[in-house]
């Protein structure tokens, strides 16, 4: 799986996002405040859509070989908050600092 870039994005509706045609995956900023096992999930989850765009038989197959307990993590995930109540604006770049890769890869 080829991966040109990635970026880190506060985000109110998703986890993760993929753009399969330019290679790009945009994670949402507040995986960082969830277990490490969720993020590799939504990474595994984002980068198998760059083979496969759908959530088909193709795309499974490609998270059953990849992240076999993906399901499970899946059901983690879909239990949590997805963004927490935000009570004025917070500074970006110290939750971008925070996340494990650091800022934008290039």
């Given at each position: 799986m080829d991966l040109s870039r990635?970026?880190?994005q506060?985000?109110?509706t998703k986890w993760?996002?993929?753009?399969h045609r330019a290679g790009n995956i945009r994670l949402n900023?507040?995986?960082v405040k969830k277990p490490k096992d969720l993020l590799e999930?939504?990474?595994?989850h984002e980068m198998a859509h760059l083979r496969e765009p759908t959530h088909n038989e193709r795309f499974v197959a490609i998270l059953n070989e990849h992240y076999?307990?993906?399901r499970e993590a899946r059901a983690e995930l879909n239990e949590l908050p997805l963004a927490a109540e935000?009570?004025?604006?917070?500074?970006?770049?110290q939750d971008i600092s925070s996340f494990p890769f650091g800022?934008?890869?290039r």
């Open positions: 990635y970026f880190l506060r985000m109110k993760g996002s993929c753009n900023t507040e995986l999930y939504v990474i595994v076999p307990t993906w935000l009570k004025g604006k917070r500074n970006l770049r800022r934008e890869n």
